[in-house]
């Protein structure tokens, strides 16, 4: 009895003492955000398989670049190195594949450099960034380096009849209307990690399985996008395209899933997402059918990126038992 | 009909280590150490001194004041001192060491018939048997039996959900002592005058569900409500929604909504307290968690020290990491094995790193995890923020107060935030403001 109780008595002091809930859920910042990077990977295989393998040679450029920049900044800042949570990983990732094929590796660099130095560091790291690094990176790119960021590389199996724009140019400036099919498939002009909407939706479903995403924010967005683009569509279908041709083309899925989901910059309240993926779409629809740019999901969820704090506080759900 | 609420977490059960283990007697401990405040409201006041005799069931301890409960000795033995300890809700109590003789006399209550008892009489010998709520608050339970006459009150609940992991100390309840659960709920409808009563349990107890859809057969009375098994499905004002459709406002009791909710286990205390005369000298708990040697199901005399049901069950494991009173959810690390059980105690686990990880903190990503688990529609991270900064007025403007303290936020946060902590943290800050403000 002595002897037990001794070696519980010891046992006892080794013992951790936090508070309740002594239980957590298995999500982790950085298992999402690895998750969030490996749900890439079919896009990252589309641009390989359209756009050739120098493409990955880009991507890997731009991911290591934003690792580089966030360890220097955090060595800077003399703050702790938290390059393993993934983040900085994923801006390269998606700054990468939201830049044309054939990119200079240098330009690339410099945009990732600055997504995250500037798009995420500068307002304080992780969690703590009003826009989406990556977004911030490619407009500052568009800025930056006009030229190469519309300068489009025809995709491998191109057909003779596909010209080296993207259809969203194709049909703003020459009222040439793309197949859903290519669109689908992705063997069209465009963004590295944009054109293949097969292999976004199949990344973007993942993540919606697993609830990393959530579906209100790609749902509304879709359903704000067949909508607007189908009211336009209705009052002169010559002028304006389809709403399908709106939904396939462009950076639009790849916006949806990958982009306006971004925990850090979307809102967190279900009603403020309805709210926030539907006036992204509306922004879209706008600008591609009016503004001078054939697309319009960057500035889309740029703009919207800054009223999330104003729909979170506007859409807060009334406590439990309040009258409603 | 509703039969759940929104938002909840669904964590590891668990129970399987100790769900087929029926109730066991702890061999008597040979000291035990009486906590005078084993419910909320004041400490009870001892009656007796150093050298004392005392016999198993007699009273040592009144009540002070109305919300407070007297004490049983559990044993027959002599009073050896009385000291200053640290309960297992990290509460500081005078305590009474009882050192147990081998004399076998006890003291109990007159058992009355449960048929023919009268309605004052229940609610006398509830409040003479120290009950006490086993649902983690320890509210003294004659209070609960008589509503304020202004308040119509439609249906008692019996929370039988269980949602916290690892406990089995309700279903073995409910498979166990079937009738005594039956019988201490009709002793609470006749007590508290309400004609219907519900029990409410969880789906992931099949065996007592239908235990229990053979006794209520004949019952036209009282029914039972199968509940989505989910954490906190047995907090009051989630059971309420699930069971009724009903919510509770904000700083609102049960009473306010028609409803009078009560353990499984305060039933069989009432029932114990009836119809065997004897007052609240035993916890029933759950002895589990991967880090103990032999998990187990335990009726232990209250004021047992942890250190005694630790042995029993074979000790701790080598990875033990962390010793709790109560559920993961809710429940308090232990720091003190001589630390002993009280009247409310429904667990102690012993969790291995593997079970309780303890996660890294880092920034809030704003991913509203924590609002879309929240079952009181609160929002967690505004209100860590809010707390973290002393900004208190604004928290107490979005529902601070509201808050229980279920951790469901801090379960579910992927940044490992302590947001349950910090948002405890400003409660506590802000009602000595607001405790401030009105003097």
Redesign the interface.
């Known amino acids: 009895m002595s002897n037990s109780a001794n070696q519980t008595v010891n046992v006892i002091s080794g013992l951790e003492l936090s508070s309740s809930p002594h239980v957590h859920s298995k999500f982790t910042t950085q298992q999402v955000m690895w998750l969030v990077n490996l749900s890439l990977l079919p896009a990252l295989i589309s641009a390989a398989v359209f756009f050739g393998l120098y493409q990955l040679v880009v991507i890997g450029v731009s991911c290591a670049a934003a690792v580089l920049s966030e360890i220097v900044v955090k060595i800077i800042r003399k703050s702790e190195i938290t390059i393993y949570d993934g983040s900085a990983f994923l801006t390269g990732l998606l700054l990468g594949l939201i830049i044309p094929p054939n990119f200079s590796l240098t330009s690339a660099a410099i945009g990732s450099a600055f997504a995250i130095i500037i798009g995420k560091e500068l307002f304080g790291g992780l969690g703590f960034n009003i826009f989406n690094p990556a977004l911030v990176g490619r407009a500052f790119l568009q800025a930056a380096y006009p030229v190469a960021m519309t300068t489009w590389s025809k995709p491998n199996f191109a057909v003779d009849t596909v010209t080296s724009a993207t259809p969203l140019a194709a049909f703003k400036f020459d009222k040439m209307i793309t197949g859903i099919e290519p669109l689908i498939i992705g063997n069209v002009g465009g963004s590295i990690g944009e054109t293949s909407a097969l292999a976004i939706i199949i990344g973007g479903v993942f993540l919606i399985g697993i609830k990393i995403v959530n579906w209100r924010i790609p749902l509304s967005m879709i359903l704000g996008l067949i909508l607007f683009g189908s009211i336009f569509w209705f009052i002169d279908p010559i002028k304006y395209p389809n709403p399908l041709f709106h939904l396939f083309s462009g950076g639009f899925l790849l916006g949806a899933f990958f982009m306006a989901t971004d925990w850090v910059t979307s809102p967190y309240t279900s009603a403020g997402m309805w709210i926030y993926g539907l006036l992204i779409s509306l922004i879209i629809v706008v600008i591609r059918l009016f503004g001078g740019l054939p697309e319009g999901v960057m500035y889309g969820i740029l703009i919207m990126n800054a009223f999330v704090p104003l729909i979170n506080r506007l859409t807060h759900p009334k406590i439990f038992g309040e009258a409603k | 009909m509703t039969t759940t609420f929104k938002g909840g977490?669904h964590?590891?059960e668990m129970k399987e280590l100790t769900s087929e283990k029926p109730f066991e007697f702890l061999p008597l401990p040979e000291q035990i150490c009486l906590p005078l405040s084993q419910h909320a409201g004041k400490q009870a006041l001892l009656l007796k001194k150093k050298g004392d005799a005392v016999r198993k069931g007699e009273m040592i301890a009144e009540p002070d004041g109305f919300i407070s409960a007297p004490i049983h000795s559990p044993v027959t033995g002599k009073i050896n001192k009385t000291t200053s300890i640290i309960t297992l809700t990290g509460i500081r109590s005078e305590a009474v060491i009882i050192n147990r003789s081998d004399i076998d006399e006890d003291d109990l209550m007159e058992p009355l018939n449960p048929v023919t008892v009268a309605r004052e009489k229940i609610i006398e010998r509830v409040k003479q048997a120290g009950i006490v709520g086993q649902g983690g608050a320890a509210f003294p339970t004659y209070v609960k039996l008589s509503p304020p006459p202004d308040k119509k009150i439609d249906y008692v609940i019996l929370n039988a959900c269980e949602c916290e992991?690892y406990l089995t100390r309700d279903y073995r309840f409910l498979i166990e002592k079937t009738e005594e659960v039956i019988t201490g709920l009709k002793l609470i409808l006749k007590a508290a005058g309400v004609l219907y009563g519900i029990i409410g349990v969880e789906d992931n107890k099949p065996e007592a569900i239908k235990k229990l859809e053979n006794v209520l057969r004949n019952e036209e009375n009282i029914s039972l409500k199968v509940l989505k098994t989910k954490y906190p499905q047995g907090a009051e004002?989630m059971l309420i929604?699930a069971v009724t459709g009903r919510?509770?406002?904000?700083g609102?009791l049960p009473f306010d909504v028609g409803c009078i909710i009560h353990n499984v286990g305060t039933a069989v205390s009432i029932y114990n307290a009836v119809v065997k005369g004897e007052p609240q000298i035993n916890a029933f708990l759950t002895v589990s968690g991967l880090g103990i040697v032999e998990p187990k199901n335990l009726i232990v005399p209250v004021g047992t020290p942890l250190?005694n049901i630790?042995?029993y069950c074979g000790?701790?494991k080598?990875n033990?990491?962390?010793?709790?009173a109560?559920g993961?959810?809710?429940?308090?690390?232990?720091?003190?094995?001589n630390s002993p059980v009280t009247k409310a105690t429904s667990g102690i686990?012993v969790?291995t790193g593997k079970?309780?990880?303890?996660?890294k903190e880092?920034?809030?990503?704003?991913?509203?995890?924590c609002?879309?688990v929240c079952?009181?529609?609160?929002?967690p991270?505004r209100l860590y923020k809010f707390s973290r900064f002393d900004k208190f007025e604004e928290a107490i403007d979005?529902?601070l107060q509201?808050c229980m303290e279920c951790?469901?936020c801090?379960?579910?946060c992927?940044?490992?935030i302590?947001l349950?902590?910090w948002i405890?943290y400003g409660k506590r800050k802000s009602s000595a403001l607001l405790k401030q403000k009105t003097n």
Do not use: H, W
């Open positions: 977490v964590p590891a992991p004002k929604k919510e509770v406002p904000p609102k250190k630790i042995d000790g701790i080598e033990a990491k962390k010793i709790v109560g993961p959810m809710m429940g308090f690390a232990q720091f003190d094995l686990l969790l079970e309780a990880p303890g996660i880092s920034n809030c990503l704003n991913c509203g995890r609002l879309s079952p009181l529609d609160l929002a991270t979005i529902g509201t951790g469901t801090t379960y579910n992927p940044a490992g302590p349950v902590q405890r």
